[in-house]
């Protein structure tokens, strides 16, 4: 996490916004207080990304032996 007063964040914002798309979190001071935050968006995982990457047990949808009482 990097900290930065007011005035460093006017004449460094484009920067910043590289360190930010990097991963970085900036905390913006005014006074050595926090006022502001410049971080990262999370990025929302795409739909097929895990393919290849979760396995299933061959016998996934057999009954359990446990739970035979309760589906008779």
Do not use: C, H, W
């Not at 910043?16 to 935050?37: H, R, W």
């Not at 995982?45 to 032996?65: I, N, Q, T, W, Y």
Request: hydrophobic share 35%; net charge negative; charged share 30%.
């Amino acid at each position: 996490m990097t900290k930065l007063d007011i005035e460093q964040v006017k004449s460094n914002f484009s920067q910043l916004l590289d360190l930010a798309i990097e991963g970085e979190e900036i905390i913006i001071t005014q006074d050595d207080k926090p006022v502001a935050q410049i971080s990262p968006i999370k990025r929302a995982l795409k739909r097929g990304s895990a393919k290849g990457k979760v396995l299933m047990s061959p016998d996934f949808d057999e009954p359990l032996e446990y739970f035979q009482e309760y589906t008779e």
